[in-house]
């Protein structure tokens, strides 16, 4: 069975680095034409794509935020992880990482159900 | 950077009825549109890929057409479970700079 778990802080302080880790099962990360992505989704606002990770550890960044993010992968813990630096309010969002196989002629065929995080002093 | 605006933002239909949401891109994205489904809680669904293929395991009261800027999501004979938001994606470029619309939001009449 197929799964990604999204995991890191509930709250974070303006200025701080988030870090978020997305768990997967079912499949590699180093499988052929498998890409895994970050998206978020502010409250009541639309998804926004982040970055993503491809099979060849390739990796792709959101044009608005490429000078925030990393995403980096283990491939000994099958785990994906997102940071973002010099968090704002605004990145108080649910966060969500999202499997690509035929990556990139597809798209996200499974989701995890997404962490919450706030952004507060 | 590709714009994805979907209409109606709420709709209301009754069960077993028909909806029609409607996603429009701010230019061509050939077939590469994708429709989610989106509830409280849960990890969202891919219900459409390819403007008109449904994911697997989806019913078939779900359809989905549309190429170039206009798309549409049919769902036939609602039912209770189908109350929810739904999404359309574009996923047409490479480089990857995916988009999605805002939502519609499916409720009962």
């Known amino acids: 069975q197929v799964t990604l778990t999204e995991s890191g802080p509930a709250l974070v302080r303006p200025t701080q680095t988030l870090t978020l880790t997305c768990s997967v099962s079912?499949?590699?990360?180093?499988?052929?034409?498998?890409?895994v992505s970050w998206i978020r989704q502010p409250p009541g606002k639309a998804l926004e794509w982040l970055a993503l990770?491809?099979?060849?550890?390739?990796?792709y960044y959101s044009t608005s935020l490429k000078t925030r993010l990393t995403i980096s992968r283990d491939t000994s813990k099958n785990q994906v992880v997102l940071t973002l630096t010099n968090v704002d309010p605004v990145d108080t969002a649910t966060y969500y990482c999202?499997?690509?196989?035929?990556?990139?002629?597809?798209?996200?065929?499974?989701w995890g159900q997404g962490t919450m995080v706030t952004v507060s002093s | 950077e590709i714009v994805m605006t979907q209409s109606p933002a709420t709709l209301s239909v009754s069960p077993g009825d028909r909806a029609t949401l409607s996603c429009r891109a701010s230019q061509s994205v050939n077939r590469k549109l994708a429709w989610y489904q989106g509830k409280p809680g849960q990890a969202p669904r891919l219900l459409i890929y390819g403007a008109s293929t449904r994911a697997t395991g989806i019913p078939a009261r779900f359809s989905g057409s549309g190429s170039g800027t206009e798309f549409t999501l049919t769902i036939s004979g609602l039912q209770s479970e189908d109350f929810a938001v739904y999404y359309c994606q574009q996923y047409n470029n490479w480089p990857p700079m995916y988009t999605f619309g805002q939502g519609t939001k499916l409720e009962i009449k």
């Open positions: 079912g499949f590699f990360l180093t499988t052929s034409a498998i890409c």
């Open positions: 999202g499997r690509i196989i035929n990556c990139p002629l597809w798209t996200f065929d499974i």
């Open positions: 990770i491809d099979w060849n550890d390739d990796k």
